[in-house]
């Protein structure tokens, strides 16, 4: 379904501005270049929102921030290559969370007593381009662009699993905060406002989605309990900014 609603969005770029080059032509309006600020909120979707022990694909992200640079250079009138650069913060493990994992896990391993240390929040860059087609009307214009590139993390929820088993000891296994990159697809849709040559104001909504960051662990042979090498990355992003049009 991500994938169809990527293709879809594409298609309906190609198509939209064949149609719009005739009223293009004729207007002889076309869109500028430009470089936009922004900043919002992010949600996670799919087995990034999950908050489940059992799903090993569980992100337990939350709603966060994000903020960055978008922009776009115009190759011919409305068509133009865009690319996006955005911090996302998607929040820690709670206490919910917490005592969700250290359930699980002490039913798992079958052990007596199970503490778990939870540090560290999903902290990511998105660095994504693509084709982008534009439509103008009267002081406003719609961005359309579908995109691809990479998520670089710089952090992600890490935990200790430490197991009292009595007189048979303790053992401790340990999920590492991830510095990986992963491929990832997406689409955007913008709507801008012109309040001079120059300027426009402008609100925009972002689809992400990525197969998955990889995440390694300590003392733990993925045969008992919860293991998940590769964590899947989706969110919709609600946006506002102001643009620079040159």
Do not use: C
């Not at 992963?182 to 104001?201: N, Q, T």
């Amino acid at each position: 379904m991500k994938k169809t609603f990527t293709i879809t969005l594409s298609a309906a770029i190609i198509a939209l501005s064949f149609s719009a080059n005739a009223q293009d032509k004729e207007t002889k309006i076309y869109a500028k270049s430009y470089i936009s600020l922004f900043g919002g909120l992010s949600v996670p979707t799919g087995d990034f929102a999950q908050a489940t022990y059992s799903n090993y694909k569980s992100g337990f992200a939350k709603k966060g921030v994000t903020a960055g640079f978008d922009g776009a250079y115009y190759l011919y009138k409305n068509f133009a290559i865009g690319a996006v650069i955005s911090f996302q913060d998607q929040g820690e493990l709670n206490n919910a969370d917490v005592q969700n994992l250290t359930s699980g896990y002490t039913t798992d391993f079958d052990k007596d007593e199970t503490t778990v240390t939870a540090v560290n929040r999903y902290h990511n860059f998105n660095l994504m381009a693509g084709p982008q087609y534009s439509f103008l009307y009267k002081s406003f214009t719609l961005d359309l662009r579908v995109s691809a590139g990479i998520i670089k993390s710089t952090s992600t929820p890490s935990f200790s699993m430490v197991f009292d088993n009595g007189s048979g000891g303790s053992a401790v296994i340990e999920q590492h905060s991830s510095l990986a990159k992963a491929f990832a697809y997406g689409g955007s849709a913008g709507l801008r406002y012109s309040i001079g040559d120059h300027w426009d104001i402008g609100i925009k909504a972002n689809y992400i989605n990525s197969d998955g960051l990889t995440i390694n662990y300590a003392n733990d042979d993925g045969t008992i309990g919860r293991y998940n090498t590769k964590q899947p990355v989706s969110e919709i992003q609600a946006t506002a900014g102001i643009t620079l049009k040159f």
